[in-house]
């Protein structure tokens, strides 16, 4: 059946292969005047969506009208990629993220891939994925996951040429482009927790991360104290895992 009035025009259909299951249809979404919101407790109220289900109504509505932007979808995806940080950060239910990466198979290849794409992806958007990479690896059964999706393929040797042009931006290098802290910092994090394991030691060992990171811990920039310490951190488990790198002569800047 259809619905017309002064607001927004909609119909609604009964999914037959989900029982209970109904769909909104909105001609010419993206072009209404009305915000979000209005939108949403307008079609709630006509079509009586229960309260539980309203917030999952707004969500679709915010998508459903940034889409068809450039813009837009970037902006979806930075609401989504910030939505999972704080999701991994609040101690979720272990059943209630198993189910969600069933269901999300190829969410850390496509973050992955996302680092890879230097320069066709907008550096607060690599920010947040890194991020959303850090907090999967506090977990030590995701951390396997994330360090397989790093090492495979294509995407080996990802982190280390982030890494070098993350050092050479903070040492001013301007063929290097110019990285911010936020994602120097969000980098480092996430090298952190995976150099604290076996794995993650020989994996990121193998792409010649130590070397890479000298440079860092010897800038004297004031400003770039506390990346400063996370460097060191990074080489101080390292060498907690190699006698090699402890005997080497790179390990004499770090005492």
């Avoid at 069933?102 to 920010?127: F, G, H, K, Y």
């Avoid at 910092?185 to 030691?201: D, K, P």
Wanted: contains cysteine; negative net charge; proline residues 5%.
């Amino acid at each position: 059946k259809t619905k017309e009035g002064d607001g927004v025009s909609s119909s609604l259909a009964t999914d037959a292969s989900k029982p209970g299951l109904r769909s909104i249809h909105v001609p010419d979404l993206h072009g209404r005047p009305e915000s979000n919101h209005q939108i949403c407790m307008e079609l709630a109220e006509r079509h009586n969506v229960p309260e539980d289900l309203r917030f999952s109504l707004l969500a679709r509505i915010r998508a459903a009208r940034g889409f068809p932007t450039l813009e837009g979808r970037r902006q979806l995806v930075r609401v989504r990629l910030s939505s999972l940080i704080i999701l991994m950060q609040a101690n979720p239910d272990h059943d209630d993220m198993a189910a969600f990466f069933v269901n999300e198979p190829d969410l850390i290849n496509e973050l992955v891939a996302m680092l890879c794409l230097e320069d066709s992806i907008p550096e607060d958007i690599q920010t947040l994925a890194l991020k959303v990479l850090a907090t999967q690896s506090l977990d030590r059964a995701r951390q396997a996951t994330v360090l397989q999706a790093i090492s495979a393929g294509g995407h080996r040797g990802t982190l280390a040429t982030l890494m070098e042009k993350a050092v050479s931006s903070l040492a001013g290098d301007s063929q290097a482009g110019k990285c911010s802290t936020y994602f120097v910092e969000a980098l480092l994090m996430l090298v952190n927790l995976l150099v604290s394991s076996t794995s993650g030691w020989s994996s990121l060992t193998e792409v010649g991360l130590v070397p890479l990171l000298l440079p860092l811990i010897q800038d004297k920039n004031p400003r770039h104290i506390p990346l400063v310490s996370q460097g060191l951190r990074i080489l101080e488990n390292m060498m907690d895992f190699s006698t090699t790198a402890v005997r080497s002569g790179d390990s004499d800047v770090v005492v």
